[in-house]
C-alpha cells in the first residue's frame, strides 16, 4: 500500500513562492498519473494540477501558468512549484493518484496560507 507525505507548505505574502513535495513509498508511485489536491475551509476538495507517469502536465484554470507539477520518479516524489500566490490559494494541499478507482490513503496535507 503507497503512503503519502506532503510537505513544505507555510505562511507566505501575497505575491511569494512555495515548492511543496509529496513523497510515496512503493514501486507503484511511478506508474500512476498523480495530482495535487487542495481544500480550503468550508470547501470540498479541488484538484489543480496534474501529471502523468509520462510528465504530461494540466492546471486548472485557476492556477495555470503560475504553478508547476513536476515529478521525480526515482525519487517516488511529485513537486509542486506555487509562484504569484494569491490568498485564494490558502488551503490545505494534499496528492494523490488519478483513478476512477479508490485514491490511495490520504497524507496529513500540508497547509498553505497567503495572508499579508
Known amino acids: 500500500q503507497v503512503q503519502l507525505v506532503e510537505s513544505g507548505g507555510g505562511l507566505v505574502q501575497p505575491g511569494g513562492s512555495l515548492r511543496l513535495s509529496c513523497a510515496a513509498s512503493?514501486?507503484?508511485?511511478?506508474?500512476?498519473?498523480v495530482g495535487w489536491y487542495r481544500q480550503a475551509p468550508g470547501k470540498q476538495r479541488e484538484l489543480v494540477a496534474q501529471i502523468t507517469s509520462g510528465g504530461s502536465t494540466n492546471y486548472a484554470d485557476s492556477v495555470k501558468d503560475r504553478f508547476t507539477i513536476s515529478r521525480d520518479n526515482a525519487k517516488n516524489t511529485v513537486y509542486l512549484q506555487m509562484n504569484s500566490l494569491k490568498p485564494e490559494d490558502t488551503a490545505v494541499y494534499y496528492c494523490n493518484r488519478l483513478t476512477s478507482g479508490n485514491p490511495w490513503p490520504w497524507g496529513q496535507g500540508t497547509q498553505v496560507t497567503v495572508s499579508s
Open positions: 512503493g514501486s507503484m508511485f511511478r506508474i500512476y498519473a
